[in-house]
C-alpha cells in the first residue's frame, strides 16, 4: 500500500489538483490530516472530493468552525469572515459530512494522524520545543500532522535527541527523501495544498511508502494556478488579504 497523505486543503481546488496530478501512479490510498474547508474558494468541490476518495481523515480547527462546532471567535477578521462565507455555502449535506468528522488521532495501518498535536487538535507544533511536548505521548513510530502549514517535521533519535525536518526547496518534484530508521519516533507534516505558510508558493503533499525498506516518506512541493484560485476568491468577496498571502507562501 502507498498513502497519498494531504492537509490543509482549504477549499483549494487548484492547489488539490496539482496535488493530485504530480502524485498520480505513485499512490493507493489518501489519508487527510484536517482543514478541508476555510480560507479558499471552492469548499463544496473539495470536500466532494474528500468525501468521495479520502479514506480516513481527522478534523481541523477551521472544519470546525466553518460547520459550527465553534463560533470561529478566536479566528483573526479575516478567517472569521471566510469561516462564515463558508458556512452559508456549503450544502447541507457537506455541512454533516464536516460536523462528523473524527476528532483525531486515528490509527491507520501502524501510524497515526492528527490535525494539531497528540493532546490537542488545536495546538500547533512549530518547533523542537512544541515537538518535545507530544513525543513522550506518540505511542507510534510515525505519525502525520498538519494545522501549521509548514512542511518538515521532527524526529526522535534513540538518544532521545530532537531534530527538525527540513525539506529543502530546489524545483521540481520530490524535495526530500526520508528514511524511517530503527528507533527513531517521527512526526511528519506534508504541508499544505492549500495554504502554504512556509515561504514557498507551491502546494504541498508527502507519500509514505511502508513497504520501502523500513517505511519512506517523500516530500514534494508542486506549482499551481495560483492566479485562477485568487480570481475565484476576489469574485466571491472572501477577504484580499487571504488572496494575496498566496502568492509568498505565507
Ligand atoms: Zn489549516
Known amino acids: 500500500m502507498r498513502y497519498l497523505i494531504i492537509t490543509d486543503l482549504h477549499a483549494n481546488l487548484e492547489g488539490l489538483q496539482a496535488c493530485l496530478a504530480a502524485a498520480e501512479g505513485r499512490y493507493d490510498t489518501v489519508i487527510c490530516c484536517g482543514d478541508i474547508v476555510g480560507y479558499g474558494p471552492d469548499p463544496n468541490a473539495v470536500t466532494d472530493w474528500v468525501r468521495a476518495n479520502v479514506v480516513a481523515v481527522v478534523r481541523g480547527n477551521h472544519d470546525k468552525a466553518c460547520c ?57 507544533v512549530f518547533v523542537v520545543q512544541d515537538a518535545a511536548q507530544d513525543f ?72 509514505y ?14 506549482p499551481y494556478e495560483i492566479e485562477a484560485t485568487q480570481k475565484k476568491m476576489m469574485s466571491a468577496g472572501l477577504p484580499q488579504v487571504l488572496a494575496l498571502r498566496l502568492n509568498f507562501g505565507r
Not at 511508502?209 to 508542486?222: F, I, Q
Request: proline share 7%.
Open 68 to 124: 459550527g462546532i465553534t463560533d470561529a471567535e478566536e479566528f483573526n477578521q479575516a478567517a472569521r469572515d471566510a469561516a462564515l462565507w463558508t458556512r452559508d455555502c456549503l450544502t447541507p449535506e457537506n455541512l454533516e459530512y464536516l460536523r462528523n468528522l473524527p476528532v483525531g488521532p486515528t490509527v491507520v495501518d501502524g501510524f497515526q494522524i492528527v490535525h494539531g498535536s497528540i493532546r490537542d487538535e488545536d495546538e500547533y
Open 136 to 207: 513522550p505521548n506518540l505511542g507510534h513510530q510515525l505519525t502525520f500532522f498538519g494545522h501549521t502549514h509548514l512542511q518538515g517535521g521532527f524526529a526522535q533519535l534513540p538518544d532521545q535527541e530532537l531534530r527538525a525536518i527540513r525539506p529543502s526547496y530546489h524545483p521540481g518534484i520530490a524535495t526530500l527523501r526520508l528514511e524511517i530508521e530503527e528507533n527513531v519516533t517521527y512526526l511528519v507534516n506534508p504541508g499544505s495544498t492549500g495554504q502554504p505558510r512556509d515561504g514557498d508558493s507551491r502546494a504541498a503533499f508527502v507519500i
Open 209 to 222: 511508502y511502508p513497504d520501502e525498506g523500513r517505511g519512506l516518506v517523500e516530500y514534494w512541493r508542486v
